[in-house]
């Protein structure tokens, strides 16, 4: 098997191709410009202001585009000099291998013949010789083997970051959409633990006793829980419908399968590495596949643990990357590439919202049963209804009457919730 | 008429931004084409992948380029056409249309 396999010529051909195709947009954008120019002398309005944004938006779209191909072509065209180099390289040397090993054929055949001692003596430093410049042979075959992976390494890192500026955009929006998730599940979910401890240390307090602070954390947590604005109810509404979370369960299960896939095939290929590096890839990918079955079950440890596993499997990844390209290290994008990419592989095993579901798991063992059953209470009646508490499933329960469950009347300084409950407590993130 | 730019200036422009548009449109397909030939090309399977996840997000991105490109084109041959049209009845109106 070639050490330099591939197509020089096909990666120019495909450089070219991405060169004209940069030529046309840097054309077109100086069309969209003069062309502008020329509608907006004479047209004013709301409606040219309108165009001269969408032209203006259109224009640096085309300029991101024009970015990330030349980066990529720019990459393409290095790869392709750096292989036509490594292949030449390695025709001149499997070609001395060649040759030396014919060499050595012949001096030991030489050597099985019976002869005198003198010409047995050139015969064998005549060997010691040839093993020499086999040995310096090899040695600079597995040189040549190590740049090009390194220039594959780097030309795959090189294109992995030339996606069009549209996705990168996107990725944004989605890594953002996931940290407002884990902020609204951290909130959400200590209000409700919150909620459910207070209520019990309520229900429990012995009659007369000082519970100024006990309602304060109550009221502090009903009101965070009924935080959720009013346009979502219609949303969480949808989310608990039960034919959608069916739905839900079954690309749940495609999900995961999609999910499990990078750790597969690194089992199966090591990671395209040999050796021991080959080894610990495979076993990583057979800790990804284990991780992402973890992650779709209902115990939050479980989870955590999946977690873990698919966590460890992105780190080999990261090592594998430093090791393929060191100058990663050396500077600040280099850093940010490979957090990217990391960040990349645990998105692509959907690992990202994990720690999201193991927090809404440990809250719901946490408050069960929910709602808490409040034992008998110790004080008067109080003159308001005693409501239960929404229920978990739900973020948006229906509309309540009144206040919440509370074993004594409204608190000085506190806000009373006289008006209808909207939102119950933490949100469900369906499957 | 004290026009800076005249109704042939616009429509001439138009008509050039609309086959500049016409051209990006073919950039789905080269965008395709070349990202296919880095994925047979490239001797490496790790770079394959990569080429072909290219290839199809590059597609679809230069696909709403070149949309918005031709909805621009669109505009301007629209606002061209108005445009001459309000400048002729102008022109009518004062006596100088031929």
């Known amino acids: 098997m070639r050490i330099a396999a591939g197509d020089p010529q096909g990666l120019w051909e495909a450089a070219g191709r991405l060169d004209d195709l940069i030529e046309d947009l840097r054309r077109h954008q100086r069309c969209v410009l003069s062309g502008v120019s020329t509608a907006l002398a004479r047209w004013s309005g709301a409606s040219s202001i309108v165009f001269a944004q969408a032209a203006a938006g259109h224009r640096s779209d ?110 944004g929006l989605r890594y953002a959409g996931i940290g407002k998730t884990y902020w609204s599940l951290l909130k959400k979910g200590a209000a409700t633990v919150k909620l459910w401890t207070t209520s019990r240390a309520l229900a429990k307090a012995p009659r007369g006793a000082d519970v100024t602070k006990l309602l304060a954390a109550y009221q502090a947590s009903v009101k965070t829980l009924q935080s959720t604005p009013p346009w979502m109810a219609p949303f969480s509404r949808l989310a608990a419908n039960p034919a959608l979370g069916k739905l839900g369960r079954a690309t749940g299960i495609a999900g995961a399968i999609a999910a499990a896939r990078p750790g597969w ?44 596993f698919v966590t460890a499997w992105a780190v080999t990844k990261a090592v594998n990357r430093t090791i393929d390209d060191p100058s990663l290290l050396t500077s600040v994008g280099g850093v940010g590439t490979l957090v990217g990419k990391t960040l990349d592989d645990l998105d692509e095993s959907g690992q990202l919202g994990v720690g999201a579901i193991a927090l809404r798991e440990l809250a719901r063992k946490r408050v069960n049963p929910w709602p808490p059953a409040l034992p008998k209470l110790s004080w008067p009646k109080p003159p308001f209804p005693v409501n239960p508490l929404p229920d978990l499933r739900l973020r948006c329960g229906p509309v309540r009457p009144v206040l919440p469950a509370l074993p004594i009347g409204p608190i000085p300084g506190f806000p009373v919730y006289g008006g209808p409950m909207r939102c119950g407590p933490v949100a469900p993130v369906l499957r | 008429m004290g026009y800076s730019v005249t109704p042939d200036d616009l429509q001439r422009s138009s008509k050039a931004l609309r086959r500049s548009a016409t051209r990006v449109v ?73």
């Open chain 1, 62 to 171: 085309a300029t991101a585009a024009i970015g990330q191909l030349t980066r990529a072509t720019r990459a393409t065209k290095a790869y392709a000099d750096a292989l036509e180099t490594a292949q030449t390289q390695e025709t001149t040397l499997t070609l001395r291998h060649e040759s030396l090993t014919t060499q050595l054929r012949t001096v030991q055949r030489d050597l099985r013949l019976p002869t005198d001692p003198v010409t047995r003596a050139d015969d064998e430093r005549e060997l010691h010789r040839v093993f020499a410049d086999l040995r310096v042979v090899q040695r600079e075959l597995e040189d040549l083997q190590r740049q090009v992976t390194l220039a594959r390494r780097h030309y795959q890192s090189e294109l992995s970051a030339s996606k069009p500026p549209m996705m990168v955009w996107d990725k």
């Open chain 1, 265 to 308: 095939k690194d089992m199966q290929t090591g990671g395209g590495y040999g050796g021991v590096r080959g080894y610990i890839t495979g076993q990583a990918g057979v800790a990804e596949v284990a991780g992402v079955i973890l992650t779709r079950t209902k115990n939050p440890w479980a989870i955590g643990a999946g977690g873990l």
């Open chain 2, 26 to 98: 073919s950039t789905p397909g080269q965008a395709r084409w070349a990202f296919g030939k880095i994925e047979v090309a490239c001797g490496d399977p790790a770079c394959a992948g990569v080429a072909a996840a290219l290839a199809g997000s590059w597609a679809d991105a230069l696909a709403a380029l070149s949309d918005t490109a031709l909805g621009l084109g669109g505009a301007t041959f629209a606002a061209g056409t108005a445009y001459a049209g309000a400048d002729g009845v102008v022109a009518t109106a004062v006596g100088t249309a031929s």
